[in-house]
T-cell receptor, first 113, second 112 residues
Framework: DGGITQSPKYLFRKEGQNVTLSCEQNLNHDAMYWYRQDPGQGLRLIYYSQIVNDFQKGDIAEGYSVSREKKESFPLTVTSAQKNPTAFYLC????????????FGSGTQLSVL | ELKVEQNPLFLSMQEGKNYTIYCNYSTTSDRLYWYRQDPGKSLESLFVLLSNGAVKQEGRLMASLDTKARLSTLHITAAVHDLSATYFCAVGNTGTASKLTFGTGTRLQVTL
């Protein structure tokens, strides 16, 4: 089955620690995205990538980093510089054309210990 | 900067009733999407609206787009409990492939 796989489902971060959220897709999509969702809020774009080895900052990139070494994979690292990391993180992908809808993964809930 | 507002933020309605969710956006856009999210789950695509006057229907949900008014509506007909979820509209930033700005969501609760 084609889809987007996010792991882990739940993740806990200690003070000063970097953590990495995994996102893998087998839809052969060119574009991938990371969104952050806070309780009762809409989604905010962190980073997006339209092609391998290239990515752009979204609206709230500070304290996060990404890489896109393979078409299928777009991991997100939440660094210690992100002071309020507790949120639900959603990865998405699309063909990258202007009118394509996004397909979303099942999400990772990140909490601070 | 593109801003997207939805109202109401919370809607409690009885089964069998009709209601409309509104999505307003601040700048010109050429595409609008509606998504559904169940608690703790991912987002499911409902509708893609690409032109002024576009109307799409799926079951008890109907979405429309007025690009001149910068307004989209999601109309619920004869609500059933299974429609309880949070509904998001998302607007495309013109010229930026697939980059979307989301509204804050409308949490719909359908009671028996």
């Amino acid at each position: 089955d084609g889809g987007i796989t996010q792991s882990p489902k739940y993740l806990f971060r200690k003070e000063g620690q970097n953590v990495t959220l995994s996102c893998e897709q087998n839809l052969n999509h060119d574009a991938m995205y990371w969104y952050r969702q806070d309780p009762g809020q809409g989604l905010r774009l962190i980073y997006y990538s339209q092609i391998v080895n290239d990515f752009q900052k979204g609206d709230i990139a500070e304290g996060y980093s990404v890489s896109r070494e393979k078409k299928e994979s777009f991991p997100l690292t939440v660094t210690s510089a992100q002071k309020n990391p507790t949120a639900f993180y959603l990865c998405a992908s699309s063909m990258g054309q202007a009118y394509e809808k996004l397909f979303f993964g099942s999400g990772t809930q990140l909490s601070v210990l | 900067e593109l801003k997207v507002e939805q109202n109401p933020l919370f809607l409690s309605m009885q089964e069998g009733k009709n209601y409309t969710i509104y999505c307003n956006y601040s700048t010109t856009s050429d595409r609008l999407y509606w998504y559904r999210q169940d608690p703790g789950k991912s987002l499911e695509s409902l509708f893609v609206l690409l032109s002024n006057g576009a109307v799409k229907q799926e079951g008890r949900l109907m979405a429309s787009l007025d690009t001149k008014a910068r307004l989209s509506t999601l109309h619920i007909t004869a609500a059933v409990h299974d429609l309880s979820a949070t509904y998001f509209c998302a607007v495309g930033n013109t010229g930026t492939a697939s980059k979307l700005t989301f509204g804050t969501g409308t949490r719909l609760q359908v009671t028996l």
